[in-house]
């Protein structure tokens, strides 16, 4: 039995959030725990089909997956929250509403996002394709005061992993 | 521990819905039940406030808030959900979809409907003021094969709520 709590991962596109955040999972899970992962993936076809990549859009994305997070995390789930949200504010009002949050930063040189480009969306944004993508031609804020950074470009998957496990049990949510 | 599940009530508006809803999650709650009421009011700022009343929007509020009753029922919450959700086959998705699910029809003739008019919204459908009011002109589809029928209009809410808890014990639910 867990107490519920919402693990935030932020961080550039291709910065590792959902590779870390599928790996704490496993282990959670396999441990018995009751994890649910929510990215954008998972919620687009049940609750944000209508939203795009504008600021506003990416708001209110972060807004209903807040809402969702929120409902979860106060009936003893961990959330694992993978999204760019690459507003401060953003963060803060979701921070506020959730109350048991861990805000993770996955920091990663943009060179090295740009590298990896799992799904070519880098090129694309570059090429003009897609608008309004972050690091490229919409801005990231870094959290300034987050409770994990994960260097993601140095340390490995099993270590980024081990240190948000490390956190969530020094913050007594394990 | 509980099993989760929706309990999902459908009727006009003025049915009953909210009050034996509201009735059946305090009686759970002091029992110690994890338990979750969703409601147009509840849902619209965190999940649906860009949405009114037309078919699409109806019909995408009720996809949201399947997908929120979704994830907590998969994570043993009982979710109260109320919703005039008048139209059949988006019920029959939303039961596809969340699984565990007891579909209670909340049944009252439009007269008494109109009679108890709570928020007066039945006479602003009637002069015109609003559109796309269930029972005023946009329709309201019956369930054919609920797990319950409460004849609001006949028995008091105490036995309403009774025959939900009921329910759910003889579905394994409680």
Redesign the interface.
């Known amino acids: 039995m867990s107490k519920g709590v919402t693990v935030w991962f932020t961080g550039l596109p291709c910065s590792g959030k959902t590779t870390v955040a599928d790996r704490v999972a496993e282990t959670l899970k396999k441990k018995g725990y009751?994890v649910?992962r929510l990215d954008g993936d998972t919620?687009r076809k049940?609750?944000t089909s209508?939203l795009g990549f504008s600021k506003k859009d990416r708001d209110?994305n972060i807004?209903?997956v807040?809402?969702?997070a929120?409902?979860?995390t106060r009936?003893?789930?961990i959330v694992l929250a993978t999204f760019v949200s690459p507003y401060k504010e953003r963060r803060r009002l979701s921070r506020e509403e959730i109350g048991s949050f861990i805000e993770v930063y996955t920091r990663c040189s943009l060179e090295e996002c740009m590298k990896r480009d799992v799904k070519g969306m880098y090129k694309k944004a570059l090429a003009g394709e897609i608008k309004d993508f972050t690091g490229v031609d919409d801005p990231y804020e870094e959290p300034e005061n987050p409770e994990l950074i994960l260097d993601t470009d140095k340390e490995s998957v099993e270590e980024s992993a081990r240190k948000v496990i490390d956190k969530m049990m020094s913050l007594r949510y394990l």
Do not use: I, P, S, Y
């Open positions: 009751k649910e919620v049940g609750l209508d209110e807004k209903r807040t809402f969702v929120k409902l979860l009936n003893d789930v």
